[in-house]
């Protein structure tokens, strides 16, 4: 019989998980640590406020950028 590899998925540069000196970056230093890095947490709430700044500047975005806020507390992110 063949054999049962499977591949490992690739990482999106974006969010990588080792920083450039090859060890993995460390964590925020939080009571409840966080699962993921801050840059792959809430993925919604970013992209809505990253395109509210971009369109109308950061003054009219305050809604989107509180909301990706309480979502990154959620997640366990001291911001």
Not at 16 to 30: H, I, L, Q, R
Not at 62 to 77: S, V
């Amino acid at each position: 019989m063949g054999s049962t590899e499977h591949p490992i998925p690739a990482q999106s540069p974006a969010c990588p998980t080792m920083s450039e000196g090859g060890s993995a970056a460390p964590a925020p230093a939080t009571d409840s640590k966080p699962k993921k890095k801050i840059c792959c947490a809430c993925p919604d709430t970013k992209r809505l406020r990253d395109e509210c700044i971009v369109e109308h500047g950061e003054s009219a975005c305050t809604k989107w950028i509180e909301a990706h806020k309480r979502c990154l507390r959620a997640e366990g992110f001291n911001v």
